[in-house]
Nanobody, 119 residues
């Protein structure tokens, strides 16, 4: 399994930006798909964005399209989530996740990082 550690969360005003990082260890993420999920209080966890490690098949939830960007640094084995034009409804715990391309379930998860957007 891959070990994932998120960082970069915090408190930001509406309209502001944050960049989350997810550092992977244990193995290279080649042949993996990586994703960011979020879970707000009282709500189910939802997938925000995902991408194959080679950059293929990007996905964005409608609620974040045009505002969030997923990217990765192969050399650092790290995936990023750049969030701009943040809204109070983006407030949630954000989780990094990974799965092999050969399976459908994300089986490696980070511990989560809190993002709070004030109005």
């Amino acid at each position: 399994q891959v070990q994932l550690v998120e960082s970069g969360g915090g408190l930001v005003q509406a309209g502001g930006s944050l960049r989350l990082s997810c550092a992977a260890s244990g193995r290279t993420l080649r042949s993996y798909r990586v994703a960011w999920f979020r879970q707000a209080p009282g709500k189910e966890r939802m997938r925000v964005t995902a991408i194959n490690w080679d950059g293929g098949s990007p996905y964005y939830a409608d609620s974040v399209k045009g505002r969030f960007t997923i990217s990765r640094d192969n050399a650092k084995n790290t995936v990023y989530l750049q969030m701009t034009s943040l809204k109070p409804e983006d407030t949630a715990v954000y989780y990094c996740a990974a799965r092999r391309l050969s399976v459908t379930t994300y089986d490696s998860w980070g511990q989560g990082t809190q993002v709070t957007v004030s109005s």
